[in-house]
């Protein structure tokens, strides 16, 4: 069964810094890794898809790598800003999709 | 529409009560899934819908959690003599292709509480 992981649970930062968000998972054999934005009381937000074959997409301050070799994804986020602070969910596509718990960010002006 | 919407934003239920939840998906897309998700949790997921086909149902917890979309456009989750521990969000999801790996788009999801 696949298990996909998050650190750090939480992380608040000062405005302005470039920060790595980490997500892991068990099970190589996946199509895509998404992540994905929650903020309080809303639904998901996709962010970035990243298919199997690719190695990063980027958009915006967003940059996310994949890793499929080692169950890895990073989420680099660049100067970050008070409006990036929410709870940031990766998640990975096998026969279904398989979210980790999520970090939750703040950015403190 | 513009986007997934979710119907009743929050429900409070008495333990025992029948609940019915309602996702309203982007108009034309193809496929559908319902996801609960706990306090401080990602999202769980528990069934896929093709068109009007249940495809997999395989997260469902218990037979008290029951899943239709007759026409293959809105869906309603059914959960049937509620427990304390069903209390959760239920996010609601569709994407356009067929296949169960294109990009879903949430809705703002469903705040059960069961007392």
């Known amino acids: 069964k696949q298990e996909v992981t998050q650190i750090p649970a939480a992380l608040s930062v000062p405005e302005g810094e470039n920060l790595v968000l980490n997500c892991s998972f068990t099970?190589?054999?996946?199509?895509?890794l998404q992540w994905f934005r929650q903020d309080p009381g809303k639904g998901l937000t996709s962010l970035l898809l990243?298919?199997?074959?690719?190695r990063e997409q980027t958009s915006g301050r967003l940059n996310a790598s994949l890793d499929k070799s080692s169950g890895r994804s990073t989420l680099y986020i660049a100067a970050s800003q008070p409006g990036d602070s929410a709870t940031y969910l990766c998640?990975?596509?096998?026969?279904?999709?398989?979210f980790g718990a999520g970090t939750r960010l703040t950015v403190k002006p | 529409g513009a986007g997934v919407s979710q119907s009743p934003r929050y429900k409070v239920a008495k333990r025992g009560q029948d609940v019915a939840l309602r996702c309203d998906p982007i108009?034309?897309?193809?496929?559908l899934f319902w996801y609960q998700q706990a306090l401080g949790q990602g999202p769980e997921f528990l069934t896929y819908?093709?068109?009007?086909?249940?495809?997999?149902k395989s997260g469902l917890p218990s037979d008290r959690f029951f899943a239709e979309r007759p026409e293959g456009s809105v869906s309603t989750l059914k959960i049937q003599r509620t427990q304390q521990e069903d209390s959760a969000v239920y996010l609601c999801?569709?994407?356009?292709?067929?296949?169960?790996?294109?990009?879903?788009?949430f809705g703002p999801g469903t705040r059960l509480t069961v007392l």
């Open positions: 108009s034309g897309h193809v496929s």
């Open positions: 990243i298919q199997s074959s690719q």
């Open positions: 099970d190589s054999a996946i199509y895509n």
């Open positions: 998640a990975v596509h096998n026969n279904d999709m398989r």
């Open positions: 819908f093709q068109n009007e086909a249940q495809l997999d």
């Open positions: 999801a569709s994407s356009f292709l067929a296949a169960s790996t294109d990009t879903q788009y």
